[in-house]
Nanobody
Framework: QARFVESGGGLVQPGGSLRLSCRVPNSIFGLTTMGWYRQAPGKQRDLVARISAKGDTIYEDSVKGRFTISRDNAKNTVYLQMNSLRPEDTAVYYC????????WGQGTQVSVSS
């Protein structure tokens, strides 16, 4: 069963940056498409960025040009570099496969506020 261990969140001012990490101790990591999802208070959880096993990336429109997803298959880790953060990026961020499993990690809180 896959586990997802997210880290790197925090409180940052608008325009700031954060780098999220997610370790997935699972042997199929290098064969799968991985995604970063986020859930703001009172809203559904949405996929914001995905990266295929080959490294092809797709972004949700609101984060294009600001967020960069990457992966290190040797470390079973996927990253999300977030730049030019906005208050509307405030959410709990999760990683999961794409399509996602029903099981989720604890997530990491990202708060953007002055």
């Amino acid at each position: 069963q896959a586990r997802f261990v997210e880290s790197g969140g925090g409180l940052v001012q608008p325009g700031g940056s954060l780098r999220l990490s997610c370790r997935v101790p699972n042997s199929i990591f290098g064969l799968t498409t991985m995604g970063w999802y986020r859930q703001a208070p009172g809203k559904q959880r949405d996929l914001v960025a995905r990266i295929s096993a080959k490294g092809d990336t797709i972004y949700e429109d609101s984060v294009k040009g600001r967020f960069t997803i990457s992966r290190d298959n040797a470390k079973n880790t996927v990253y999300l570099q977030m730049n030019s953060l906005r208050p509307e990026d405030t959410a709990v961020y999760y990683c999961n496969f794409v399509p996602s499993l029903d099981a989720w990690g604890q997530g990491t809180q990202v708060s953007v506020s002055s």
